[in-house]
């Protein structure tokens, strides 16, 4: 559920939503995630978003979804 909102909300943000991968992982022996989003170089900007406000808010409605389970959202430039 967290994994497919992200995904949707930046294919919605980049420039080339066909680059954007989301993966969900989980943290052993524990109940916290780390969502690891992967875009295109020209696009992390946009995620990234003017002093990383964009980042912030994805993070905030994603632990809104799932409060206490998201431990880090990693974003990476694919290649």
Do not use: C, W, Y
Request: hydrophobic share 50%.
């Amino acid at each position: 559920m967290i994994r497919s909102f992200i995904e949707t909300v930046v294919k919605g943000l980049v420039e080339n939503p066909s680059a954007v991968s989301v993966q969900q992982m989980a943290v052993d022996n524990s109940p916290t995630v780390v969502i690891q989003i992967k875009v295109a170089g020209s696009d992390i900007a946009r995620v990234i978003g003017s002093e990383g406000r964009v980042f912030r808010a994805l993070r905030t409605a994603s632990n809104l979804l799932a409060p206490g389970t998201i431990k880090e959202i990693v974003v990476d430039v694919a290649a």
